[in-house]
C-alpha cells in the first residue's frame, strides 16, 4: 500500500518540513519503494511508494499541474 500525506496552511505559514520528515519515518512499512515530496510555500506533499507491479514502477506522486 502506497502512502499519500499532505499539509496545507490556509493561513500562508509555510509547512514544517521536518514533521513530514517525521511522518514519513513512521510509514516506511508501508511504501519502501523510495520517497518523493513537492512543497510549495504552505503546501506539503508526500509520496511513499510501495510498487506491487512493473508497470507501478512508471507512476511519478504526486502529481503536479504546471502554473499556469
Given amino acids: 500500500?502506497?502512502?499519500q500525506i499532505?499539509?496545507?496552511n490556509y493561513r500562508g505559514k509555510p509547512v514544517d518540513?521536518?514533521?513530514l520528515a517525521e511522518i514519513s519515518k513512521r510509514f516506511i512499512t508501508h511504501?519502501?519503494?523510495?520517497e518523493t515530496a513537492y512543497f510549495?510555500?504552505?503546501i506539503?506533499?508526500?509520496?511513499?511508494?510501495?510498487?506491487t507491479t512493473a508497470e507501478s514502477r512508471l507512476e511519478?506522486?504526486?502529481?503536479?499541474?504546471r502554473k499556469a
Fill in 1 to 3: 500500500m502506497s502512502v
Fill in 31 to 34: 511504501g519502501h519503494d523510495g
Fill in 44 to 51: 506539503g506533499m508526500l509520496y511513499r511508494a510501495f510498487h
Fill in 60 to 65: 511519478r506522486q504526486p502529481h503536479v499541474f
Fill in 6 to 8: 499532505g499539509i496545507v
Fill in 17 to 19: 518540513r521536518g514533521f
Fill in 40 to 42: 510549495d510555500q504552505s
